[in-house]
């Protein structure tokens, strides 16, 4: 009997995807060990944007919340999504805190590291795979999916060959805006199983109404585990639902090791959870809503509710529509990235720029400009020449990998700065990752442990 097991993004990227990662560790921290006994294949609970959130809004530690996820969670392997030489922020870092981050992370608990990066561009998944194997953690090597003239189903198996080369345990095939069809998936699974010996992994999202077919056909094709999320937290620009997928694939004879009571339990506790969510207007309607034009403009799911969330500030939710249509076209020019964070963020906020100011590149931000400097790497298609040369001006494009011309010293450079505000070297690295954010939790923390210690009162004797 053909095994498929489960990979449950819930506490990761269905909350990213669907409410902006905003579900807090209280929130989720009861059912915990009832997600231990269902028989995953591993819990997505870490990394993407989890990191950045806890920090900026949810006034969590996120090192912290993992240590806690992995001690109420003993049973179960812990996943996390790490954006390559981008580890979980935006820009590139050198070679020594990418390693350093990832040995810290293994160290708090994550048992499978999935690696991908933003322009497919190998030599920023490098330094992260090796590191992870050394910790003695799973590597899994992801191609991030999309479709354009350059991006050939040959290209992804050469991609795919490349990260083998390196090192990882399974190679997983990331649909992040849910646009590969169930014919795709079967094309491109079997030429990936007969190219390499590797478990391959399906991760796609429900926005374009494709994906229970697609991890179908995946399956068919020999795809061995599939990302699904508990039904209140799935469909949309989620993943398709984790008992749905569960009692199909028992119905076809496949065995998917999980717990049909446990799965029962889970969904009822999330049920209010999204409810509360959708009270407070956190969960847009629209983010649950089937969107086949995303076939064209291949927006993934965090992308889309940071979209909407961008144009909500600005008071420009009428202009919806033009962003969508802008955003292929910026992606054209940019030379085709697959839209996943952070090009995604990139070429989103580009699209934005471009139909609020009515002139295309007017306003340019930084991000974009570091991205036709070459500091993301190398793109899938040659950029724009024209559109290139008015965003840099007089600058000239770097050669080769950016990450060898960044400093050695970060780290020290950052220890020495916070002083004895960073407590560890995990609370260094959160101050690399996103210094004024940390810096404001820091300064939260210390005032919350003076207040604990101003009205502790010692009792009579």
Sequence with gaps: MKKVQFTETVLRDASQSLVATRMSYEQFKPILETIDKAG???VECWGGATFDVCLRFLNEDPWERLRRIREAMPNTKLQMLLRGQNILGYKHYPDDIVRR????????GIDIIRIFDALNDTNNLKVAIEETVNSGAMASGAISYTTSPVHTREKYVEIVKELVSMGVSTVCIKDMAGIMSPKAAYDLVSAIKDAVDLPVVIHTHCT???????????IEAGADVIDTAISPFSGGTSQPATETLNYALKEFGYETGLDDDVLFKMANFFKPIRADFLAKGTLNPISMATDTQCLTYQIPGGMLSNLLSQLKMMNAL????EALLETPRVREDMGYPPLVTPTSQIVGTQAVQNVLAGERYKNVGAELK???RGEYGRTP???NPEIQAKILKDEKPIEGRYADYLPTDTYEKAAEKLGDTA???EDVLSYISFPQVAEKFFEQRRAEEEKVVRYTVTPLE
């Design 423 to 425: 407590r560890c070297e």
């Design 381 to 383: 298609a040659p950029i």
């Design 208 to 218: 374009t109404g494709l994906a229970f077919m697609t991890d179908l056909k995946a």
């Design 370 to 372: 570091a991205y036709c």
């Design 40 to 42: 995953f294949y591993s």
């Design 101 to 108: 981050f990832v040995r810290a992370s293994v160290r708090n």
């Design 318 to 321: 009428d202009r919806f529509d």
